[in-house]
């Protein structure tokens, strides 16, 4: 079935520094990919959609200067948290469409900034 | 604005119960829905709902669509501890493919 390999699976860094989180279909080519965020307790938030060979298309409120989006093919998304600070910790999850799966998800990368 | 939302928030029952989840939402442009079963990490994909009064089955776990009244429910009968999780609804949008998640419900299964 279609796997979407995602790392790390856990990172702590420190405030101000930049994360790298990496999604790679490993048997598919996923032309969008799709990041969330989501806090303890809480659903998964949408914020961006990664378009293979185009600009990112953000959520209303998240900022794309601070969440990069990378999708330089059509088998690897990288989402970069820059300068990151504790409010920034949480899990971050990575899904794609996949045919005839449906849809999958990474499995997700907790961070933590001290 | 568009939503999806679950009930109830939580649930606690003990082995061997049925449960129902309930799944509403209000989605411009509607595509189909989606039911996850989220524990520690990632998500894990239950059903993909696309047609209205299709039931879905997979063991102990079934659910359906209703397009009319735009909702669904996700049925998990004879109820494990392992069912122990939270239970996410999401409805994805025609064209963009673009997800929006429920509240989710977060059900506890007791010995």
């Known amino acids: 079935g279609a796997v979407v390999s995602q790392h790390p699976s856990r990172v702590i860094c420190k405030s101000g520094t930049s994360v790298k989180i990496e999604c790679r279909s490993l048997?598919?080519?996923?032309?969008?990919m799709f990041w969330y965020r989501q806090f303890p307790k809480q659903s998964l938030m949408l914020m961006a959609t990664s378009n293979e060979g185009s600009k990112a298309t953000y959520e209303q409120g998240v900022e794309k200067d601070k969440f990069l989006i990378n999708h330089a093919s059509l088998t690897l998304s990288t989402l970069t948290v820059t300068s990151a600070h504790p409010e920034d910790s949480s899990f971050y999850i990575c899904?794609?469409?996949?045919?005839?799966?449906?849809?999958?998800f990474g499995s997700g990368t907790r961070l933590t900034v001290v | 604005e568009d939503k999806v939302v679950q009930s109830p928030l939580s649930l606690v029952v003990h082995e061997g119960d049925t449960v129902t989840l309930n799944c509403s939402y209000e989605v411009t442009n509607f595509r189909s829905l989606l039911w996850y079963k989220q524990e520690k990490k990632a998500p894990t994909f239950l059903f993909m709902l696309?047609?209205?009064?299709i039931e879905k089955k997979s063991g102990r776990l079934s659910s359906i669509l209703d397009k009319k009244e735009l909702f669904s429910i996700l049925n998990i009968t004879a109820t494990q501890t392992g069912d122990s999780a939270i239970y996410l609804c999401a409805g994805i949008y025609s064209g963009t493919y673009k997800y929006i998640f429920g509240t989710g419900t977060r059900l506890k299964v007791l010995a």
């Open positions: 048997d598919f080519q996923a032309t969008t």
């Open positions: 696309t047609s209205s009064g």
């Open positions: 899904s794609a469409r996949a045919r005839p799966a449906g849809y999958t």
